[in-house]
């Protein structure tokens, strides 16, 4: 007798949502961690994070990695988060932070949102995952800025991250499946501890690993790596 595969709706299914925010941010140091730096009198990064992923994601658990003065960043969140701090900081990069998130992921539907983005709703509401691995693509005329990573796309696949490439990847992922297992292999490989999330990417593509490109069409992220680009988020959200 044939089984048929019931898939579970986008909106039912369930998310471990993983934000790496343990950077020190060297530009932005004397701010403070980049999670806590204000967008409005009353609101921070971290904050309008985590207000619209509770607004777009039905079920799912969220799981935050700080390091640099990360007991400041656990005690201006809700205790409803899972709070790891990745002592580290100084001397690995973001894929060790990912690695210690996915530890205490419990599901196989691995979305991840760097720590130091500014966005509005309008941006993740279009960041629909299903079956296969994703990366968010900002729109042409998109807030990315120029210095930050871009990629190469070919046969609705992309095929390599860099600089000085376009289109600007957003800095937020969904990996599932197979593409989940190389990057658990890889982030759980303390060789690989220095790794930039990208390289990460490109290695994972090296190895069989696909992802689609989901370009948004409307909304805007910035990626905070200066204060001007403080100073521009403020006016997006």
């Not at 980049?34 to 509770?54: A, G, R």
Request: hydrophobic share 40%.
């Amino acid at each position: 007798m044939a089984q048929h595969l019931i898939k579970t709706p986008p909106d039912l299914k369930k998310y471990s949502i993983i934000i790496p925010a343990a950077g020190i941010g060297t530009r932005m140091r004397s701010y403070g961690p980049k999670p806590l730096l204000k967008l409005t009198s009353t609101l921070d990064i971290i904050t309008n994070q985590l207000n619209i992923i509770n607004n777009v994601f039905t079920n799912k658990e969220i799981i935050l990695v700080a390091g640099f003065e990360a007991v400041k960043v656990f005690n201006r969140t809700d205790n409803y988060i899972i709070k790891i701090e990745n002592e580290r900081y100084e001397t690995t990069n973001v894929v060790r932070s990912l690695g210690m998130g996915l530890r205490a992921a419990t599901t196989d539907n691995v979305v991840i949102i760097h720590g130091d983005l500014v966005f509005n709703q309008a941006f993740l509401n279009q960041c629909v995952f299903g079956e296969h691995s994703t990366m968010v693509i900002d729109r042409p005329d998109g807030c990315m800025s120029d210095e930050e990573v871009g990629c190469t796309i070919f046969n609705s696949k992309i095929e390599h991250f860099c600089y000085n490439l376009k289109p600007k990847w957003t800095q937020v992922a969904f990996f599932t499946k197979k593409e989940l297992k190389l990057l658990q292999n890889i982030a759980w490989n303390k060789e690989k501890e220095r790794l930039f999330h990208f390289e990460a990417l490109n290695e994972i593509i090296n190895r069989g690993g696909k992802f689609q490109p989901l370009q948004i069409t409307t909304g805007n992220v910035v990626d905070v790596d200066s204060s001007k680009d403080l100073i521009f988020s403020r006016t997006i959200i």
